[in-house]
């Protein structure tokens, strides 16, 4: 099983340019999350979608949008790329059944360096 | 809001000493508490988890226990090897924002 997988894994963008990273995911899972990975400050949430059709704010939304294309896809957009944003970025997923427990699924993650 | 507040690193042991890694959580509600895993190049892992008050995770030697009286998850393990050397994040997970919680991580290598 493939599970989480997010693309690129490496990009390098120099200030102001855009870009959009993919996540997918075969587990016909509901909720779909982005993360951020900053040395010293564990991962901050940056969106997420509890169902298809639905996306929400996390902790640090400033700077991206986010699309749920379908149950499987969900897409992180930089439209004007910042250094700030040089980050590691991980796409998660969890099934968000009644009486789940929060077992988050993670993709390998994909490093943004904005020069 | 909800935050996880997690010891500090980097820790570094030799082989086969004790560890604890410290966790202490906001008692918002009932949260699953977990413990994340992340070797080097990789993407986070589940290492254990517990549910409600007084569960204890458990994998691969290391354990956890969901004290509600000191809101803390403490992870430990009683002789770490080399290949423990990754870095561990504890987490809280509430149910009504469907939303994981991570603390800071604690950088753990361990030494021959």
């Known amino acids: 099983n493939a599970g989480v997988t997010q693309t690129p894994k490496f990009q390098v963008l120099k200030t102001g340019q855009s870009m959009t990273l993919q996540c997918a995911q075969d587990m016909n899972h509901n909720s779909m999350y982005w993360y951020r990975q900053d040395p010293g400050m564990g991962l901050r949430l940056i969106y997420y979608s509890a169902s298809e059709g639905t996306t929400d704010k996390g902790e640090v939304p400033n700077g991206y949008n986010v699309s749920r294309l379908n149950k499987r896809e969900f897409s992180l957009r930089l439209e004007s790329a910042a250094p700030s944003q040089t980050s590691v970025y991980f796409c998660?997923?969890?099934?968000?059944?009644?009486?789940?427990?929060?077992?988050?699924?993670f993709g390998e993650g994909s490093r943004l360096t904005v020069l | 809001g909800d935050s996880v507040t997690q010891m500090e690193g980097p820790v570094t042991l030799s082989e086969e000493a004790c560890l604890t890694i410290?966790?202490?959580?906001?008692?918002?509600?009932?949260?699953?508490l977990f413990w994340y895993v992340q070797y080097p190049g990789e993407g986070l892992q589940l290492l254990l988890k517990a549910t409600k008050a007084d569960d204890k995770g458990s994998n691969k030697g290391f354990e956890a226990t969901y004290r509600k009286e000191t809101t803390s998850f403490h992870l430990e393990k009683g002789s770490v090897q080399v290949s423990d050397s990754a870095v561990y994040f504890c987490a809280r997970f509430s149910g009504s924002a469907r939303q994981l919680t991570f603390g800071s991580g604690t950088q753990l290598t361990v030494l021959p």
């Open positions: 410290n966790c202490t959580y906001t008692a918002t509600g009932y949260p699953s």
């Open positions: 998660a997923s969890i099934r968000s059944l009644a009486g789940d427990t929060g077992e988050l699924f």
